[in-house]
């Protein structure tokens, strides 16, 4: 099990960008892949980026593709997601949740979970 402690979120205008941290501790951070993920008021949890443990492969969703870059530090047992040109509908709180080995764009394959950070953008 992975303990993940997410920050670096906050209220920026749109246009403007956030660096979110997920610390992690507990088992071997770099045996782990890591998602980040996000959730809107009313709407359902989405995808946004993954990396590999070793940090060789990164992947994202299509509407970040560009604008978010995610990158670890596995001395630092941190991931990091590096937001740019934020828009008003990239409002949410944004998770870090990790897994085993492989990336994967299904929430549902990630077992550990931090708490969460809010992003708002504001127009």
């Known amino acids: 099990q992975v303990q993940l402690v997410e920050s670096g979120g906050g209220l920026v205008q749109a246009g403007g960008s956030l660096r979110l941290s997920c610390a992690a501790s507990?088992?071997?951070?770099?045996?782990?892949?890591v998602g980040w993920f996000r959730q809107a008021p009313g709407k359902e949890r989405e995808y946004v980026a993954a990396?590999?443990?070793?940090?060789?492969?990164?992947d994202y969703a299509d509407s970040q593709k560009g604008r978010f870059t995610i990158s670890r530090d596995n001395v630092k047992n941190t991931v990091y997601l590096q937001t740019s040109s934020l828009k008003p509908e990239d409002t949410a709180v944004y998770s870090c949740?990790?897994?085993?080995?492989?990336?994967?764009?299904?929430?549902?394959?990630?077992?550990?979970w931090g708490q969460g950070t809010q992003v708002t953008v504001s127009s």
């Open positions: 949740a990790a897994k085993r080995y492989y990336i994967s764009r299904n929430q549902y394959d990630y077992a550990d």
């Open positions: 507990g088992r071997t951070f770099s045996n782990y892949a």
């Open positions: 990396i590999t443990p070793s940090g060789g492969t990164t």
